[in-house]
């Protein structure tokens, strides 16, 4: 099944780590999916077809290669099956809490095939940061 998330939400979250996952997004990704690490300093959170095949693109980088290793450590070593409860709230892990620095205020925003899950702070100040005409030219969009 091919996903096509879209658009930005913003929730709060509450002191246990409990945020309510935006419908438009619930509806698409089901009831039980994966959350890890995202290569930036934001969470992904991914439909288990997904996930499961970039489990394998992960399993086939050579571990002789630091940088694969490291790359595994980071999307592998953080990642967690969750599911959205009752009250449609996933619950983020404490330690993916700090690590993205995510305290109240946190943005979801669709990225094709996975959710990103970002701290409003960080996000905001890194779309600042952009220049999107010279980020556009570099990727040849």
């Known amino acids: 099944m091919a996903h096509s998330f879209i658009g930005s939400y913003q929730n709060n979250m509450d002191a246990k780590g409990r945020v309510?996952?935006?419908i438009v997004f619930r509806e698409?990704?089901?009831r039980k999916f994966a959350l890890t690490r995202g290569?930036?300093?934001n969470l992904d959170l991914f439909p288990l077809d997904v996930w499961e095949k970039n489990v394998e693109k992960l399993n086939a980088l050579k571990n002789s290669n630091p940088n694969a290793?490291?790359?595994k450590r980071r999307i592998l070593g953080n990642a967690n099956i969750i599911e959205i409860d009752n009250q449609d709230r996933i619950t983020i892990p404490q330690n993916l809490r700090e690590a993205c620095g995510l305290v109240?205020?946190?943005i979801f925003v669709g990225d094709g095939d996975r959710?990103?899950?970002w701290s409003k702070q960080i996000y905001l100040a890194d779309d600042e940061d952009n220049d999107y005409s010279?980020?556009?030219e570099?990727?040849?969009y």
């Open 134 to 136: 010279v980020i556009a």
């Open 69 to 71: 290793r490291k790359l």
């Open 104 to 106: 109240k205020e946190i």
């Open 20 to 22: 309510i996952l935006p």
């Open 115 to 117: 959710i990103e899950v």
């Open 28 to 30: 698409e990704i089901g």
């Open 39 to 41: 290569i930036d300093n």
């Open 138 to 140: 570099d990727v040849d």
